[in-house]
């Protein structure tokens, strides 16, 4: 059974930091592309950032480039996204999703129960 | 920036077939995929490249894509399948989300 657990999540500060982690099991990780998704409280989903399955392809939303970095560890099963210079407006639920093939432009056929990410004072 | 357009809201009587559509340029030559999500819940998919099913999904929920428009159809609609859907395409390397749809059974 495929299996992705968000983690990470919870309050931080605008212009801070963070981390948010997904593991994955019940499949072969290291031949999967792997997203992040979000979602705004009361709004819908806005596709965040890519990974294919090697690393070689790495896309992001214009609207966190050079803020975020997505990156994975095949060898622990793990794709990660590193938060900088956070603001009110990443306030969402983060997911973890898997790609139905080895890119990172396929459709995203699992999702995580998603974590929450609250940027506030 | 590529932009898809949904409805923001569909009714169909309990029974009946609903139809939600999802605009965008010549999306027709776009690989289409819909999500549903249920309140609280995360997406699921349920209709990957305009017309095909993952498995589990019933046959009675079904894709197209033509033109400038892409189409998730239910038959036999049920209270169950009350829920937002969202249309999604690839633009270039950009992902894009239409904003959904919600969907009522009356």
């Known amino acids: 059974e495929v299996q992705l657990v968000e983690s990470g999540g919870g309050l931080v500060k605008p212009g801070g930091s963070l981390r948010l982690s997904c593991a994955a099991s019940?499949?072969?990780?290291?031949?999967?592309?792997m997203y992040w998704v979000r979602q705004a409280p009361g709004k819908g989903l806005e596709w965040v950032a890519s990974v294919s399955d090697t690393s070689r392809d790495i896309y992001y939303a214009h609207s966190v480039t050079g803020r975020f970095t997505i990156s994975r560890d095949n060898a622990k099963n793990s794709v990660f996204l590193d938060m900088i210079s956070l603001r009110a407006e990443d306030t969402a639920v983060y997911y973890c999703g898997r790609s139905g093939g080895w890119g990172p432009r396929e459709e995203i056929d699992y999702w995580g129960q998603g974590i929450l990410m609250i940027v506030s004072s | 920036s590529y932009d898809l357009t949904q409805p923001p809201s569909v009714s169909v009587a309990l029974g009946q077939t609903a139809r939600m559509t999802c605009g965008g340029n010549?999306?027709?030559?776009?690989?289409v995929h819909w999500y549903q999500q249920k309140p609280g819940q995360a997406p699921v998919l349920v209709i990957y490249s305009n017309h095909n099913r993952p498995s589990g999904i019933p046959e009675r929920i079904s894709g197209s894509a033509s033109r400038n428009t892409a189409t998730l159809t239910i038959s036999g609609a049920q209270v169950g399948d009350e829920a937002d859907y969202y249309c999604?395409?690839?633009?270039?390397?950009?992902?894009?989300f239409g904003g959904g749809t919600k969907l009522t059974v009356l």
């Open positions: 019940g499949f072969t990780f290291s031949s999967y592309g």
């Open positions: 010549n999306i027709g030559s776009q690989r």
């Open positions: 999604q395409v690839w633009d270039s390397a950009t992902g894009v």
